[in-house]
């Protein structure tokens, strides 16, 4: 069955802190995708990566990056030099390709950004 | 233009009332997904429409339904409402990833 936990219920943080966001997932299938996704303050879910699973590349987009791991079923996600504006709820997600049109999401990561 | 819209932003019910919640999805999409965040629940996918059909649904009673109309826009409706349906619904395309509309915030009295 598929599952996506996300252990760090809330983090807090001091405003140019790293922060690492953690994510395992649970699948059957060999072919997946992992997404994460940021739900700030206002509340509107805001799409940030899609990885496929045949893709173990780790990616970096600015202040963002991300490290996937087959071995370990982490997408790990980190923010280099944390900002306030990044202060929001941050989820995992992931999809099946046997059921792509159902994601699952996990319970979410609150993060907050001390000034 | 935003790629999802979802009206109405608030909606305040009495127990046991009937709820109806708007998605339109940016034009080129025939799909709809709908969401449902509720406190302590997390995201749960509710309903998928496509091409005006159900296509799929998530693990909710029938008095969760809905339709999709010619023009690719959609309804959730929600009967005998009951406290615990008080969340946040999103309605969502999908591209490369979900893009999300800014959702209707119920809330059951």
Same mark, same amino acid.
């Given at each position: 069955? !598929?599952?996506?936990?996300?252990? !760090?219920?809330?983090?807090?943080?001091?405003?140019?802190?790293?922060?690492?966001?953690?994510?395992?997932?649970? =699948?059957?299938?060999?072919?997946?995708?992992?997404?994460?996704?940021? !739900?700030?303050?206002?509340?509107?879910?805001?799409?940030?990566?899609?990885?496929?699973?045949?893709?173990?590349?780790?990616?970096?987009?600015?202040? %963002?990056?991300?490290?996937?791991?087959?071995?370990?079923?982490?997408?790990?996600?980190?923010? =280099?030099?944390?900002?306030?504006?990044?202060?929001?709820? %941050?989820?995992?997600?992931?999809?099946?390709?046997?059921?792509?049109?159902?994601?699952?999401?996990?319970?979410?990561?609150?993060?907050?950004?001390?000034? | 233009?935003?790629?999802?819209?979802? /009206?109405?932003?608030?909606?305040?019910?009495?127990?046991?009332?009937?709820?109806?919640?708007?998605?339109?999805?940016?034009?080129?999409?025939?799909?709809?997904?709908?969401?449902?965040?509720?406190?302590?629940?997390?995201?749960?996918?509710?309903?998928?429409?496509?091409?005006?059909?159900?296509?799929?649904?998530?693990?909710?009673?029938?008095?969760?339904?809905?339709?999709?109309?010619?023009?690719? /826009? /959609?309804?959730?409706?929600?009967?005998?409402?009951? @406290?615990?349906?008080?969340? @946040?619904?999103?309605?969502?395309? @999908?591209?490369?990833?979900?893009?999300?509309? /800014?959702?209707?915030?119920?809330?059951?009295?």
């Amino acid at each position: 069955a !598929q599952k996506v936990t996300q252990a !760090q219920t809330e983090i807090s943080v001091v405003e140019k802190e790293d922060v690492t966001l953690d994510c395992v997932y649970e =699948t059957r299938d060999t072919t997946y995708y992992l997404f994460w996704y940021k !739900q700030p303050p206002s509340g509107e879910l805001v799409f940030l990566i899609r990885r496929n699973s045949f893709d173990e590349q780790n990616e970096i987009s600015g202040r %963002y990056s991300w490290n996937f791991q087959k071995s370990t079923s982490s997408f790990n996600f980190t923010i =280099t030099a944390s900002q306030v504006v990044d202060s929001a709820v %941050y989820f995992c997600a992931l999809s099946e390709e046997t059921s792509y049109d159902k994601v699952i999401f996990g319970p979410g990561t609150s993060l907050s950004v001390i000034p | 233009e935003a790629g999802v819209t979802q /009206s109405p932003t608030h909606l305040i019910k009495t127990r046991g009332q009937q709820a109806t919640l708007r998605c339109s999805p940016i034009s080129g999409h025939t799909s709809v997904y709908w969401y449902q965040q509720a406190l302590g629940l997390g995201l749960q996918f509710l309903l998928w429409y496509d091409e005006g059909e159900e296509r799929n649904r998530g693990n909710f009673p029938p008095r969760f339904s809905g339709r999709q109309f010619p023009n690719y /826009s /959609s309804e959730l409706n929600v009967n005998a409402l009951e @406290l615990e349906d008080s969340a @946040l619904y999103l309605c969502a395309i @999908l591209t490369y990833g979900y893009t999300f509309g /800014s959702g209707t915030r119920l809330t059951v009295v």
